[in-house]
């Protein structure tokens, strides 16, 4: 037996048995095979009479013919003995069937035939094959783009193929895929949009219209349904076309015999069920497309497979519209992107906006795009959350309290979040106690965890545990409300208003990786990120992570709040280099924003680098206001120490760019005295606080700068270390205390920025750092290191913190040994 994938140079031999499906190109294989004989044919037609067959048979035996017998399977009883006798004599025949044989007087023809010669069994024409076609069709050198769309779109079917090809072969092949032809259009999983621009060939209509002529009601029910290209179970089928299942499969068999359905495929042609779909009237179509969704709907189908199928058949009816929404509404917490588009194909389908709107609106926010709620209805409590999400978004945390403001369960819990953002402990609190009298499975854990951190607004430390324990509840069972923020977003804030560097960029990190709270979500995230890594004096990481992404659209829609953060970067970016080209352009592009007072506490060291920046751009009439807000907001929540701490920071670093010594002074001394309640980075800051009134003033304790400095760097705000020693040794007398303190501040400096070399980068030491590691592996101590070096053992200290993050060590033997195999360490 032979079998042809493809088109190949015909033989020779003649006694040949050709085995095809209708359309696989049984009758050009007789004439290729007949056209390499060097003797005469005879041509027999069936049916034919056994006079007129008896004629042709004593013909080619007179004649020495070979008798050629196309469709074969067509002929009666009679005709196939006498035709079986005539080659038991020796009579040379070729002849072509279709590959079932229901007739004994048929299979005794092909055994004798077959047992003189070959069997030639025709399949599917791989891409050799349509391009011998598609160049017999009159395309010249066809691209390999065309010959697969049109390879896909017939099936492999020789006649399919040529019907393609002779189509399109007046302006290319490629011209027509281009406007979206079958061959297009098949390729892409979307035939109907071809189909409904009459691009389906007029000789390819009518081959299928005879195909299915003489088809009972039945099996042309079960066509026109398997026509959608469903990839669903023949039960469905069955129900879609009101038959039994055996029905379906007995029309089936006779689809793949007609050359309608390929061989080893289970599915129509694509462009035979374009085909069909185009003769089919509007109204037929919708019924059919009724009957399909209904039939997915009530077979179990899982709902959103379900709505998958109907639209990649582009199904548009009511039914169908409920598919779309329930896969938009299965879709909105988890793919957001995708939830609009199947709200949008529900809308197409027939179903009235206003019963999609309230979704829409959840998922658009979660994606950043602007939202409009103007004529949105539905439950109250979802569309609260929305408006407090998108409130949030802008930067107006008070908004958001006021529209969770009566709400319970998990609105309750948000709103205690909104409240404590804008200084409102006790209202936060209220709100906390409403979301856990909700009854079981009322508030989500992520949420309950989140109200309780925000109830605790006065101690951060104690609010940081509460914050991770709801970073992990969302990770593994995300609530399906909109956020307002994350809970990972809300704890790296709080971690880095307590040092805490490493859970901040472990929430954050942890929140990317599960896509808590969509995409919005997912760009405060990465901008945090940055954020964090910069204030801990990783510039280069920092930079990285605003690199564009493999999505550059991602960024298209910033939220306010978010507008502002990225500001604050790029602003302290620049401080931190000293380009006051880019600080002046960072603040211009905020200047406006500030100006709405969208404050909150939690965005305190958001603020610090603008309201710093625009006071060294001596452009304070912007940010006098924000700062009047922050203290508004502190004195509110019943100045906790931690946030007057912060506060009070910003003011002095103000007065530090202002050089104004005198309020410097004055404003230490009250930081100092509310670090003293407070947590380690507020100590430090505070005694940092009264260094810097100290050097402002002209007076320079060496030892004592630098021993502040390194608490400042230790609490991970190595800037404001390097930045306060450096000062000290510009404004003292002493030349060797200056040589002391500017060694020391670029010990403190992690990198050079703004295009100097990055030495901040992981497993990259600076000189300094190298001194050190040689020295630890000599086995001094911080304290005899810091002697040798000049520096306090503080600042020793920080040093070694900084290699082990460096060489990523996590306890002293690794990082020995790290310090070991380190080129610069161990020359």
Request: contains cysteine; proline residues 5%; aromatic residues 2%.
């Amino acid at each position: 037996m032979q079998t042809h994938g493809q088109m190949t140079t015909p033989g020779a031999d003649a006694t040949t048995v050709v085995v095809g499906v209708d359309g696989a190109g049984r009758s050009r294989r007789l004439r290729d095979l007949a056209a390499a004989l060097d003797r005469p044919v005879r041509w027999v037609t069936l049916p034919s009479s056994d006079a007129d067959l008896d004629l042709v048979l004593t013909d080619a035996r007179a004649a020495g013919a070979v008798v050629i017998v196309d469709d074969a399977h067509h002929g009666q009883p009679s005709s196939w003995r006498a035709l079986a006798a005539a080659a038991r004599a020796g009579q040379a025949m070729l002849i072509a069937r279709r590959p079932v044989v229901r007739a004994v007087e048929l299979a005794d023809l092909d055994q004798v035939v077959a047992a003189a010669g070959t069997v030639d069994q025709l399949g599917p024409l791989d891409a050799a094959g349509v391009a011998a076609v598609v160049t017999e069709a009159g395309v010249t050198e066809p691209d390999e783009d065309t010959i697969e769309e049109i390879r896909t779109a017939s099936g492999g079917m020789a006649a399919v193929a040529a019907s393609l090809a002779t189509a399109t072969s007046g302006g290319s092949v490629a011209t027509a895929t281009s406007r979206g032809s079958v061959a297009t259009a098949t390729s892409r999983g979307s035939v109907a949009t071809a189909t409904s621009r009459g691009l389906v060939p007029a000789a390819l209509r009518a081959r299928v219209q005879r195909r299915l002529a003489g088809l009972p009601a039945d099996s042309a029910a079960v066509t026109q349904v398997l026509a959608l290209l469903l990839d669903v179970p023949d039960s469905v089928v069955a129900r879609a076309a009101g038959v039994t299942v055996a029905t379906v499969a007995d029309t089936s068999n006779v689809l793949q015999e007609r050359g309608m359905i390929a061989p080893g495929s289970a599915s129509l042609i694509p462009a035979v069920a374009a085909a069909i779909r185009t003769d089919l009237p509007v109204v037929v179509r919708r019924q059919l497309h009724d009957r399909v969704a209904t039939a997915l709907l009530d077979s179990g189908t899982d709902p959103l497979l379900a709505a998958v199928q109907l639209r990649r058949a582009r199904v548009r009816t009511p039914t169908a519209a409920v598919a779309y929404a329930g896969a938009a509404d299965h879709l909105r917490f988890r793919d957001p992107d995708a939830a609009v588009s199947w709200y949008d194909a529900a809308v197409e389908a027939g179903a009235q906006p206003a019963a999609v709107d309230l979704g829409r609106a959840e998922a658009a926010t979660q994606l950043g795009t602007p939202v409009d709620l103007t004529d949105v209805s539905g439950e109250p409590a979802r569309l609260a959350i929305v408006v407090a999400a998108i409130a949030a978004q802008q930067g107006r945390w008070d908004r958001a309290a006021e529209a969770l403001a009566d709400a319970d369960g998990p609105g309750a819990a948000l709103a205690a979040v909104a409240w404590a953002a804008t200084g409102h402990p006790e209202r936060a609190g209220d709100a906390a106690r409403r979301a856990r009298t909700e009854p079981s499975g009322g508030t989500p854990e992520a949420l309950a965890r989140l109200a309780e951190a925000a109830a605790g607004l006065a101690e951060p430390e104690a609010m940081l545990p509460l914050l991770i324990e709801s970073a992990e509840a969302a990770q593994r069972t995300p609530p399906d409300v909109v956020l307002p923020d994350s809970p990972h977003a809300l704890g790296a804030l709080v971690a880095g208003l307590t040092g805490d560097v490493s859970t901040a960029e472990r929430l954050l990190l942890a929140g990317l990786a599960a896509g808590v709270g969509g995409p919005v979500t997912a760009r405060r995230h990465q901008l945090l990120l940055a954020f964090t890594r910069m204030r801990a004096g990783r510039y280069d990481t920092a930079a990285a992570e605003l690199a564009p992404g493999p999505d550059p659209t991602a960024w298209d829609h910033p939220t306010a709040r978010d507008q502002l953060l990225a500001a604050a970067l790029a602003a302290g970016m620049a401080r931190r280099s000293g380009d006051v080209a880019r600080m002046r352009e960072a603040w211009n592009g905020v200047e406006t924003q500030l100006a709405r007072r969208a404050v909150d506490l939690f965005a305190i060291e958001v603020l610090e680098e603008l309201v710093v920046t625009a006071a060294r751009l001596r452009r304070m009439v912007r940010a006098r206001p924000v700062m009047d807000v922050l203290d508004d907001l502190v004195a509110r929540a019943g100045d906790p120490p931690t946030w007057v701490v912060a506060v009070g920071w910003i003011r002095v670093q103000v007065a530090v760019a202002l050089e104004d010594a005198a309020t410097a002074a004055t404003l230490a001394g009250e930081l100092a005295t509310a670090a003293t309640l407070a947590g380690p980075r507020q100590r430090a800051q505070g005694a940092a606080a009264l260094a810097w009134a100290d050097v402002l003033a002209g007076k320079v304790d060496v030892d004592r700068v630098c021993s502040v400095a390194g608490d400042l760097a230790t609490n991970q705000l190595p800037w404001d270390a390097s930045r306060l020693v450096g000062q000290a040794a510009i404004r003292t007398t002493d030349a060797t205390a200056a040589r002391r303190l500017l060694e020391h501040a670029r010990g403190l400096s992690a990198v050079e920025v703004g295009g100097g070399e990055q030495r901040g980068r992981v497993g990259v030491l600076s000189e300094r750092e190298i001194a050190v590691g040689r020295m630890v592996l000599e086995g001094r101590t911080q304290r005899e290191i810091g002697s040798q070096l000049y520096l306090s053992p503080k600042t020793v200290e920080h040093h070694v913190a900084r290699m082990r993050t460096k060489l990523d060590a996590s306890s002293r033997a690794e990082f020995l040994a790290a310090l070991r195999e380190h080129p610069g360490v161990v020359d």
